[in-house]
């Protein structure tokens, strides 16, 4: 964060890990992209990460894609974040994650 002072609780670390960790392996395994970002800002009291590539974008119809993007909504979910998933066809998908500062700061409950 901005102000130097703030520090992430361990559960938030492990929380955002395996959110972004998620993220990653879903291009590698399923979006067929040349290109994958990942940027991480602080945005007044919320941290935002957004995960974008340029692959073949979401399937509605795969069930392995459902659970997946699933596992991201409980993620999302614990670290009382809220979590926008936008996908077209050939486009590729951006997931946005935003998580209130103030959740990163304490112990979550699991």
Not at 4 to 15: F, P, V
Not at 26 to 36: G, I, L, Y
Not at 79 to 101: F, W
Request: aromatic share 4%; glycine share 8%.
């Amino acid at each position: 964060f901005d102000d130097g002072t703030s520090r992430l609780c361990l559960d938030a670390k492990r929380h955002l890990f395996l959110f972004c960790k998620e993220a990653m392996h879903n291009v590698v395994k399923h979006a067929k992209s040349h290109r994958f970002t990942l940027r991480m800002a602080d945005e007044g009291g919320w941290l935002r990460i957004e995960a974008s590539d340029d692959g073949v974008g979401l399937n509605p119809g795969d069930s392995s894609r459902k659970a997946t993007l699933q596992k991201l909504r409980e993620r999302a979910k614990v670290l009382a974040g809220v979590i926008d998933i936008t996908s077209a066809e050939n486009h590729g998908t951006t997931i946005v994650l935003r998580v209130p500062r103030s959740v990163l700061q304490s112990r979550i409950p699991v």
